[in-house]
């Protein structure tokens, strides 16, 4: 019996529909183009097959999932497609779409792509900063055809379930390791180039971290009246991922370290974190964190931080979240495991501030979390002179030397205040060291309210 003859025996003998009356097994049948009055077209087809005791033809849908259209493309069973998916945050979510569009381009005449459930693709504004931006793929499925990407074909789906963004990349059944493979490369694209290496980003948390370019001033040691000791320790705190960072590596000592700023309110701390930040900035890309972000995404944030490469961290008011009454919360926790995972990564700097670090829990301070907790003094009388200088005209000729002596105590902060209180009073032109004076004893500067009745 020849091939054909068995197959038609075959499906003779599968059920009695077929006996006799059909001894070709039919193809699936297929709607053909039924022009303007598609609806009746069909309706009316429909009958006809139903008397015959034929089957009615099914129309064509557009493939609703990604794995579907995949399936349909490779003409393989969806369900034994290799999938391997992978949730992402949205900041990662962004930036992976970031490569895909790089990945697209370089293969612009090669990929297929698909929006999510038979809508057009999606993209979003990655924002680079300077009020620059790309538009980058967030939503859809681009298809590698064999010999883009890899040498099998691959596709890489980016999207939203319920709510959270994933990755997902597809591959022929038995590739799994096409698809792993797509992925890595992905993560290995984005720390080779990463669009924000060497810029500085501000970490938020308005109900989810966000992390984003930002501009800031730079802020240069001139206008930071410190003593010689604190720079010095700023020095050799920069000095393990600039001058010696390469003999702290070649000793297989980690380049990464710990400065923690301590000091009372005022009295320039995140003013000092400003300036290493301006310093270390192109070496190192540089993430300004706020308090809220310490206290729920501290985890999130070093993860994200990993993919950027040599960094410094600055987190502000760590007091917020590291006090001894947090102990137990699972934020502390999260936190200290976050700082000590830190430690893991090479060229991960951080600088933290804290009003009090007679308040923070001892294991906040347990060395190798921080290297060097660094005390931020309250300038003494050289030091007052100096930053009144700073904030007061030069010409105005006012005794600054005389004023600074009445005010003993005063932080970086309200010497500010004073000069500006004094320039406010008197303008710049003709101030006496008689009208700073007066402010300075007065406490005018203080911001306090004004006593009076108003009525
Ligand atoms: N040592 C200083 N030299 C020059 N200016 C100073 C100094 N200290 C404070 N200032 C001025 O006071 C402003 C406020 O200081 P900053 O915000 O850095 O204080 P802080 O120590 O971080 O305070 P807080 O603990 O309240 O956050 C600075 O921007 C700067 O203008
Ligand atoms: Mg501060």
Redesign the pocket.
Known sequence: MSTRDERIALNNASGPENSGLTPEPHPAPAWPDLGPHDEAARAAVAGIAALLGRPIPEKETEPRTASEWLARTWKVNEAVLETVSRPVSPVLHLLYGFVLGRWIAAHADEVTQRGPERRAPQMARLDLGSGTGVTVPTAGTVLFPAGTRDEQPVAIETGYQFGDPFLTAHAMPGHRDVAERALDALSADLAADHPYRGRTLQAAAPGRLTIKPVTPTPQGRA????PREVWHEVDLFCAGVTTRRDTLRALGHSTSRGLL?A????????????VIATELKGTLTVVLVTADVLRTWMTELYEEVRTLGPCLVVL??IDSVGGKDSRGSTSFGEFLDALDGARTTDDVLTVA???DPGSLDPAVKRPGRFDTILE?P??DAE?RK??LD??LPPRAGVDTGLVSSFLDGA???????VARRSLLEHGADELTTDQVLDIATSGRWKPAPVAGNYL
Do not use: F, Q, S
């Not at 932080?411 to 205040?417: K, M, N, P, S």
């Open positions: 206008d930071l009246v410190l700023l000091g009372p309110p005022g009295v320039g701390k995140t003013k000092l974190a400003r502000e008011e501030t804290t009003n931020v309250p300038p030091g100096a930053i700073l904030y932080t970086g902060a309200d010497l500010r205040e």
